[in-house]
Protein backbone atom coordinates (compact mmCIF):
# COMPACT_ATOMS: atom_id res chain seq x y z
CA UNK A 1 0.00 0.00 0.00
CA UNK A 2 3.28 2.34 0.44
CA UNK A 3 4.54 1.63 -2.37
CA UNK A 4 1.68 1.24 -5.01
CA UNK A 5 -0.97 3.04 -2.97
CA UNK A 6 -3.16 -0.02 -3.60
CA UNK A 7 -2.80 -4.02 -2.13
CA UNK A 8 -5.34 -7.10 -3.02
CA UNK A 9 -5.58 -9.33 0.35
CA UNK A 10 -7.13 -12.74 0.20
CA UNK A 11 -10.42 -13.32 1.43
CA UNK A 12 -10.30 -13.63 5.55
CA UNK A 13 -11.31 -17.41 6.46
CA UNK A 14 -14.20 -15.74 9.08
CA UNK A 15 -15.75 -14.20 5.43
CA UNK A 16 -17.52 -17.72 4.32
CA UNK A 17 -20.53 -17.39 1.34
CA UNK A 18 -23.16 -17.34 3.76
CA UNK A 19 -21.31 -13.53 5.48
CA UNK A 20 -21.04 -12.91 1.71
CA UNK A 21 -24.89 -13.43 1.06
CA UNK A 22 -26.16 -11.89 3.80
CA UNK A 23 -24.00 -8.52 3.51
CA UNK A 24 -25.24 -8.69 -0.28
CA UNK A 25 -28.93 -8.95 0.63
CA UNK A 26 -28.17 -5.87 3.14
CA UNK A 27 -26.35 -3.70 0.52
CA UNK A 28 -29.46 -4.18 -2.51
CA UNK A 29 -32.14 -4.16 0.14
CA UNK A 30 -30.60 -0.95 1.53
CA UNK A 31 -30.18 0.26 -2.22
CA UNK A 32 -33.77 -0.63 -3.70
CA UNK A 33 -34.97 1.59 -0.77
CA UNK A 34 -33.15 4.69 -1.28
CA UNK A 35 -33.48 4.20 -5.42
CA UNK A 36 -36.83 4.43 -4.65
CA UNK A 37 -37.38 7.06 -2.40
CA UNK A 38 -35.34 9.30 -4.79
CA UNK A 39 -37.39 8.48 -7.63
CA UNK A 40 -41.00 9.56 -5.33
CA UNK A 41 -39.69 11.81 -3.14
CA UNK A 42 -36.91 13.97 -5.18
CA UNK A 43 -38.03 13.49 -9.32
CA UNK A 44 -36.41 16.57 -9.74
CA UNK A 45 -33.07 15.26 -9.08
CA UNK A 46 -31.77 13.44 -12.01
CA UNK A 47 -30.37 9.38 -11.19
CA UNK A 48 -27.15 10.27 -12.33
CA UNK A 49 -27.36 13.28 -10.16
CA UNK A 50 -28.05 12.30 -6.93
CA UNK A 51 -26.56 14.36 -4.12
CA UNK A 52 -28.08 12.93 -0.58
CA UNK A 53 -26.45 12.27 2.94
CA UNK A 54 -27.05 8.33 2.18
CA UNK A 55 -27.05 7.94 -1.79
CA UNK A 56 -25.46 9.92 -4.67
CA UNK A 57 -24.42 9.24 -8.31
CA UNK A 58 -22.14 11.03 -10.33
CA UNK A 59 -23.04 8.80 -13.51
CA UNK A 60 -25.47 6.96 -15.06
CA UNK A 61 -26.34 3.51 -13.17
CA UNK A 62 -23.39 3.78 -10.67
CA UNK A 63 -25.01 4.63 -6.88
CA UNK A 64 -22.93 4.88 -4.20
CA UNK A 65 -24.38 4.07 -0.72
CA UNK A 66 -23.75 4.37 2.84
CA UNK A 67 -24.81 2.19 5.23
CA UNK A 68 -26.51 3.12 8.89
CA UNK A 69 -25.16 2.14 12.13
CA UNK A 70 -28.11 0.66 12.51
CA UNK A 71 -28.58 -1.22 9.98
CA UNK A 72 -25.35 -3.16 9.87
CA UNK A 73 -25.61 -3.69 13.59
CA UNK A 74 -28.49 -5.63 13.37
CA UNK A 75 -27.40 -8.03 10.48
CA UNK A 76 -24.81 -10.90 12.07
CA UNK A 77 -23.38 -11.15 8.55
CA UNK A 78 -22.21 -7.48 8.05
CA UNK A 79 -20.84 -6.96 11.58
CA UNK A 80 -18.89 -10.41 10.70
CA UNK A 81 -17.73 -8.80 7.40
CA UNK A 82 -16.41 -5.94 9.53
CA UNK A 83 -14.30 -7.60 12.18
CA UNK A 84 -12.54 -9.82 9.50
CA UNK A 85 -11.92 -6.78 7.46
CA UNK A 86 -10.34 -4.51 10.44
CA UNK A 87 -8.43 -7.38 11.60
CA UNK A 88 -6.90 -8.04 7.83
CA UNK A 89 -6.15 -4.61 7.43
CA UNK A 90 -4.42 -3.80 10.88
CA UNK A 91 -1.58 -5.75 9.83
CA UNK A 92 -1.37 -4.26 6.73
CA UNK A 93 -1.65 -0.69 6.80
CA UNK A 94 1.02 1.87 7.59
CA UNK A 95 -0.30 4.12 10.10
CA UNK A 96 -0.09 8.33 10.97
CA UNK A 97 -1.29 8.08 14.55
CA UNK A 98 1.80 8.94 16.30
CA UNK A 99 -0.71 8.17 19.82
CA UNK A 100 -0.57 4.83 17.97
CA UNK A 101 -4.29 4.23 17.83
CA UNK A 102 -5.11 1.17 15.67
CA UNK A 103 -6.67 2.00 12.40
CA UNK A 104 -10.89 2.38 13.30
CA UNK A 105 -13.92 1.20 10.63
CA UNK A 106 -15.28 5.23 10.31
CA UNK A 107 -18.08 4.68 7.46
CA UNK A 108 -19.25 1.70 5.71
CA UNK A 109 -21.11 1.35 2.25
CA UNK A 110 -21.30 0.15 -1.12
CA UNK A 111 -21.08 0.99 -5.15
CA UNK A 112 -23.95 -0.83 -6.71
CA UNK A 113 -23.17 -0.86 -10.59
CA UNK A 114 -26.08 -1.77 -13.08
CA UNK A 115 -26.02 -3.12 -16.63
CA UNK A 116 -25.29 -0.52 -19.09
CA UNK A 117 -23.09 1.65 -16.73
CA UNK A 118 -20.15 3.35 -18.29
CA UNK A 119 -16.44 4.13 -17.17
CA UNK A 120 -15.58 6.28 -14.64
CA UNK A 121 -13.17 9.17 -14.99
CA UNK A 122 -10.16 8.60 -13.01
CA UNK A 123 -10.16 10.28 -9.70
CA UNK A 124 -8.75 10.11 -6.12
CA UNK A 125 -11.20 10.01 -3.43
CA UNK A 126 -9.83 12.45 -1.32
CA UNK A 127 -7.02 15.52 -1.53
CA UNK A 128 -3.60 15.37 -1.43
CA UNK A 129 -1.98 15.71 1.17
CA UNK A 130 -5.63 15.95 3.43
CA UNK A 131 -6.18 12.63 2.86
CA UNK A 132 -3.44 11.23 4.07
CA UNK A 133 -4.02 8.18 6.54
CA UNK A 134 -7.55 7.61 4.21
CA UNK A 135 -8.58 4.20 3.14
CA UNK A 136 -10.95 2.42 1.32
CA UNK A 137 -11.50 -1.12 1.75
CA UNK A 138 -13.53 -2.99 -1.08
CA UNK A 139 -15.03 -6.23 -0.68
CA UNK A 140 -16.76 -7.37 -4.15
CA UNK A 141 -19.87 -9.62 -3.63
CA UNK A 142 -19.16 -11.28 -7.31
CA UNK A 143 -16.07 -12.45 -8.72
CA UNK A 144 -14.30 -9.51 -10.80
CA UNK A 145 -12.50 -10.91 -13.98
CA UNK A 146 -8.86 -9.56 -15.35
CA UNK A 147 -9.70 -6.05 -16.74
CA UNK A 148 -13.40 -6.48 -16.16
CA UNK A 149 -15.64 -4.47 -14.35
CA UNK A 150 -14.07 -4.01 -11.59
CA UNK A 151 -11.93 -1.07 -10.35
CA UNK A 152 -9.05 0.31 -12.38
CA UNK A 153 -5.90 1.77 -10.16
CA UNK A 154 -2.47 4.05 -11.34
CA UNK A 155 -0.45 2.67 -9.07
CA UNK A 156 2.30 5.41 -7.06
CA UNK A 157 -0.75 8.30 -7.82
CA UNK A 158 -0.97 9.00 -4.08
CA UNK A 159 2.58 9.63 -3.48
CA UNK A 160 2.28 13.54 -5.39
CA UNK A 161 -0.86 15.50 -5.81
CA UNK A 162 0.39 16.30 -9.71
CA UNK A 163 -1.05 12.71 -10.35
CA UNK A 164 -4.38 14.25 -9.96
CA UNK A 165 -3.53 17.06 -12.46
CA UNK A 166 -2.69 14.74 -14.93
CA UNK A 167 -5.73 12.68 -14.16
CA UNK A 168 -8.12 15.87 -15.15
CA UNK A 169 -6.02 16.55 -17.86
CA UNK A 170 -6.54 12.75 -18.74
CA UNK A 171 -10.33 12.96 -18.44
CA UNK A 172 -10.45 16.30 -20.64
CA UNK A 173 -8.57 14.45 -23.13
CA UNK A 174 -5.92 17.42 -23.28
CA UNK A 175 -2.98 15.19 -21.68
CA UNK A 176 0.06 14.70 -23.79
CA UNK A 177 1.07 11.51 -22.74
CA UNK A 178 -2.33 9.75 -22.73
CA UNK A 179 -0.99 6.35 -23.81
CA UNK A 180 1.82 6.37 -21.36
CA UNK A 181 -0.78 6.65 -18.48
CA UNK A 182 -2.80 3.95 -20.01
CA UNK A 183 -0.17 1.99 -19.67
CA UNK A 184 0.73 2.33 -16.06
CA UNK A 185 -3.32 1.89 -15.47
CA UNK A 186 -3.76 -1.79 -13.65
CA UNK A 187 -7.13 -3.35 -12.93
CA UNK A 188 -6.72 -5.97 -10.98
CA UNK A 189 -9.27 -9.63 -11.03
CA UNK A 190 -10.68 -10.47 -7.08
CA UNK A 191 -12.54 -13.28 -6.42
CA UNK A 192 -15.91 -12.39 -4.45
CA UNK A 193 -14.95 -11.69 -0.81
CA UNK A 194 -11.30 -10.28 -1.41
CA UNK A 195 -10.27 -7.22 -0.18
CA UNK A 196 -8.66 -4.43 -2.28
CA UNK A 197 -7.37 -1.86 0.33
CA UNK A 198 -6.11 1.51 -1.37
CA UNK A 199 -5.16 5.15 -0.29
CA UNK A 200 -7.94 7.61 -0.43
CA UNK A 201 -5.30 9.89 -2.61
CA UNK A 202 -4.85 6.58 -5.23
CA UNK A 203 -6.26 8.19 -8.82
CA UNK A 204 -8.55 5.17 -9.87
CA UNK A 205 -11.46 4.31 -11.95
CA UNK A 206 -15.00 2.20 -11.90
CA UNK A 207 -15.20 0.34 -14.99
CA UNK A 208 -17.59 -0.26 -17.22
CA UNK A 209 -20.24 -2.80 -16.29
CA UNK A 210 -22.23 -3.75 -19.16
CA UNK A 211 -24.12 -6.31 -18.62
CA UNK A 212 -24.73 -7.63 -14.96
CA UNK A 213 -25.82 -6.02 -11.53
CA UNK A 214 -22.14 -5.35 -9.01
CA UNK A 215 -21.99 -4.83 -5.77
CA UNK A 216 -19.16 -4.02 -3.91
CA UNK A 217 -19.36 -3.43 -0.16
CA UNK A 218 -16.95 -0.95 1.39
CA UNK A 219 -15.00 0.39 4.72
CA UNK A 220 -13.29 3.32 5.47
CA UNK A 221 -10.35 2.93 7.39
CA UNK A 222 -8.97 5.66 9.14
CA UNK A 223 -5.11 5.27 10.62
CA UNK A 224 -4.98 9.18 11.48
CA UNK A 225 -5.26 10.82 15.60
CA UNK A 226 -8.38 12.27 14.11
CA UNK A 227 -12.25 11.42 14.17
CA UNK A 228 -12.90 11.38 10.41
CA UNK A 229 -16.24 13.24 8.96
CA UNK A 230 -16.25 12.76 5.35
CA UNK A 231 -17.46 15.93 3.53
CA UNK A 232 -15.62 15.70 0.84
CA UNK A 233 -17.78 13.02 -1.01
CA UNK A 234 -21.31 13.47 0.46
CA UNK A 235 -23.81 16.10 1.27
CA UNK A 236 -25.78 16.94 4.33
CA UNK A 237 -28.91 16.90 2.47
CA UNK A 238 -31.31 14.31 3.63
CA UNK A 239 -33.05 11.62 1.81
CA UNK A 240 -35.02 9.05 4.26
Known sequence: VARWGFVKLPRPPAVTDAVLDGATDLVLARFNRLREAAARDRS???LDRLAFAEIAS??????????EASATAACPAWATL???VLEAVTATLPRLSDEDRPPQIAGAGAVVAEPGCGG???HPDGPHPGAAGLYHVFVPLVDIAPDGDG???WPGSHLDGSFADRALAYNAGTADDSAAIE????????A???LICFDWRCVHAGRPC???TRPVAYFVVNTRDDEFDDRWNWSEDTLL
Open 44 to 46: DVP
Open 58 to 67: RQLHRYDIRL
Open 82 to 84: EDA
Open 120 to 122: QHL
Open 151 to 153: TTF
Open 183 to 190: DELVAPPA
Open 192 to 194: RGD
Open 210 to 212: PDR
